[in-house]
T-cell receptor
């Protein structure tokens, strides 16, 4: 039962341009959403999160948007840098902090 | 490095042997979570523990898998009588408390079953 879905498995973007990653969820109980970045042979690194009471959270080059009515969130990275090349995971949770992950999006930033 | 520490990084076992994976949470964190990642998949929740207590083990297979987080020492994920399908990356995460705080992950243990 895939409660968190990330379509478009890979994304290529030119350095300096915007990267937009999308995520859809099915469980209306989710109240906290996170994005993680993962390099090969490393663990996921926390990037940014958003509570369900907000619709936007910004941290430097990273902005997360939440549309609760559509059960959709997105991550914007601007400007994209070569070091941003990684797999990005969307995750969601409610109550007990058990995270449900999407399958991830591979982002390649072309110098 | 005060991050989540997992060892070993790589573990090779033959079918039928036991695998023990260790996780030391970040300093000050009392909540530990284990996840498993199969190839081309996202991470799947397995178990959530606090010191000496299993809070949620709904993601654990019913047989052969167990987890503990003793009062002293690291959290241990134990897999008995391993089979080929247990080959995966196992990640541990920790957080300071139960309410919405991001979980921080270790670099994982890659388990290979021969």
């Amino acid at each position: 039962d895939q409660q968190v879905k990330q379509n478009s498995p890979s994304l290529s973007v030119q350095e300096g341009r915007i990267s937009i990653l999308n995520c859809d969820y099915t469980n209306s109980m989710f109240d906290y959403f996170l994005w993680y970045k993962k390099y090969p042979a490393e663990g996921p690194t926390f990037l940014i999160s958003i509570s369900s009471i907000k619709d936007k959270n910004e941290d430097g080059r990273f902005t997360v948007f939440l549309n609760k009515s559509a059960k959709h969130l997105s991550l914007h990275i601007v400007p994209s840098q070569p070091g941003d090349s990684a797999v990005y995971f969307c995750a969601a949770t409610y109550g007990n902090n058990r995270l449900a992950f999407g399958k991830g999006n591979q982002v390649v930033v072309i110098p | 490095n005060a991050g989540v520490m997992q060892n070993p990084r790589h573990l090779v076992r033959r079918r039928g042997q036991e695998a023990r994976l260790r996780c030391s949470p970040m300093k000050g964190h009392s909540h530990v979570y284990w996840y498993r990642q199969l190839p081309e998949e996202g991470l799947k929740f397995m178990v959530y523990l606090q010191k000496e207590n299993i809070i949620d083990e709904s993601g654990m297979p019913k047989e052969r898998f167990s987890a503990e987080f003793p009062k002293e020492g690291p959290s241990i994920l134990r897999i008995q009588q391993v089979v080929r399908g247990d080959s995966a990356a196992y990640f541990c995460a920790s957080s300071p408390r139960q309410s919405n705080q991001p979980q921080h992950f270790g670099d994982g243990t890659r388990l290979s079953i021969l």
